[in-house]
């Protein structure tokens, strides 16, 4: 669980992850938020704000197994209940190292994989687009 917590006060440090309830809340309705991770002794109000911010932005919401204390150390505060990993990178990364630990995460982890792949195959595209628009889309000659 320590390398998750690391690998997301990293994510922090490049500003892909938003803390605290209102950002979290934002990113998801922004439909920004990849992955929602809830502290496991987090208030179950919160529990379960965190749950509807996930279906209002179509994004996954995890509860980790780590408590507030330990969420907070991780990403520089003293305690956080909730945070939203915004890169996609990032959040399959996360969720594979929180599957291989615990199998319950699994199906998550297969989740965000698709995600990813369509993310990664949107982007593409848009770099083509964008090649075509400055050069020229060029036709093959007749022969």
């Excluded at 669980?1 to 922004?30: D, I, T, Y």
């Excluded at 919401?61 to 305690?79: E, F, N, V």
């Excluded at 190292?97 to 319950?104: G, H, I, S």
């Excluded at 369509?118 to 400055?134: C, D, F, S």
């Amino acid at each position: 669980m320590e390398h998750v917590l690391s690998m997301l006060g990293l994510a922090l440090k490049a500003g892909r992850v938003e803390v605290g309830e209102e950002p979290v809340g934002g990113a998801a309705r922004a439909k920004k938020a990849r992955v929602i991770f809830v502290a496991e002794d987090a208030a179950p109000s919160s529990q379960r704000r965190a749950f509807s911010f996930a279906q209002a932005g179509n994004c996954l919401c995890l509860t980790i197994p780590a408590d507030k204390d330990a969420l907070g150390s991780a990403l520089g505060r003293t305690s956080v209940a909730m945070c939203a990993v915004t890169d996609i990178g990032f959040a399959n990364a996360l969720v594979k190292k929180l599957a291989a630990k615990d199998e319950k995460f699994a199906p998550a982890a297969a989740a965000l994989d698709v995600k990813a792949a369509r993310a990664l195959e949107r982007k593409r595209e848009k770099e083509r687009h964008e090649k075509n628009v400055r050069r020229g889309k060029t036709k093959a000659k007749k022969q």
